[in-house]
C-alpha cells in the first residue's frame, strides 16, 4: 500500500516537514506501507537546474516557473492517481492561514478517482473549506485518532484475517 501525504508545502512554517515526520515511522513500521512525502522529494521529475532555481524564477522569470511548477503538479497528481492507495491531509490553524492551492487539488483529484481521503484537523467544521470536508472520507482531530483507524482498517493483523476470509 502507498500512502500519499497531502498539506500545504510553500506557504508551511516548517514546509510542511514536521507532522510528515511523525507519521511516516508509524505507516512504514507498523503497517507496512510505502509512503510518499512530497515536502522531501524537492526533485521529483525537475532537472537539476529546474531544481536549484525554480523558487527564484517565481520573482524574476514567471513563465519558466510556471513550466517547472507544472511539471511537479503532473508528477505529484499521477502519483496519486496511478500508484496511491489512500491520501491523508494535515490541516492545522496554521495551514488554515494559507493559501495553499495544491492541497485542496490533491484532494479533489483523489475524491473523484475514489482514493480513500483522511483529513486529519483540530479545526472544527465551520473553519474548513466545505470542498475539503467534501473530498474526505474520514475526517479526525488528531494523528492519534488517524492512527488507531488506520491500524483497525489497515494493520497487519486485519489484512492476515482478510487473506484468510
Avoid at 500512502?3 to 507498523?30: H, N, Q, S, T
Avoid at 536549484?52 to 513550466?67: I, P, S
Avoid at 503538479?73 to 489512500?86: G, P, R, S, T, V
Wanted: aromatic share 10%.
Amino acid at each position: 500500500m502507498l500512502a500519499y501525504l497531502c498539506g500545504p508545502i510553500e506557504f508551511a512554517g516548517d514546509g510542511g516537514k514536521v507532522w510528515r515526520r511523525k507519521v511516516m515511522p508509524f505507516l512504514r513500521d507498523e503497517l507496512g506501507h510505502r509512503v510518499y512525502d512530497p515536502a522531501e522529494d524537492e526533485k521529483k521529475n525537475l532537472t537539476d537546474e529546474e531544481a536549484v532555481h525554480f523558487r527564484e524564477w517565481k520573482k524574476t522569470n514567471l513563465e519558466r516557473f510556471r513550466r517547472a511548477v507544472r511539471k511537479i503538479i503532473q508528477f505529484d497528481l499521477d502519483l496519486i492517481e496511478n500508484k496511491a492507495d489512500y491520501v491523508i491531509c494535515y490541516w492545522d490553524a496554521a495551514a488554515a492561514g494559507t493559501t495553499s492551492g495544491g492541497t485542496s487539488a490533491e484532494l479533489t483529484l483523489a475524491h473523484r478517482a475514489g482514493i480513500p481521503v483522511y483529513l486529519v484537523t483540530e479545526l472544527p467544521a465551520e473553519e474548513i473549506s466545505g470542498w475539503m470536508l467534501a473530498c474526505a472520507d474520514q475526517v479526525f482531530q488528531t494523528i492519534d485518532a488517524l492512527k488507531n483507524f488506520l491500524l483497525e482498517r489497515y494493520g497487519r493483523e486485519r489484512q492476515t484475517q482478510l487473506w484468510k476470509e
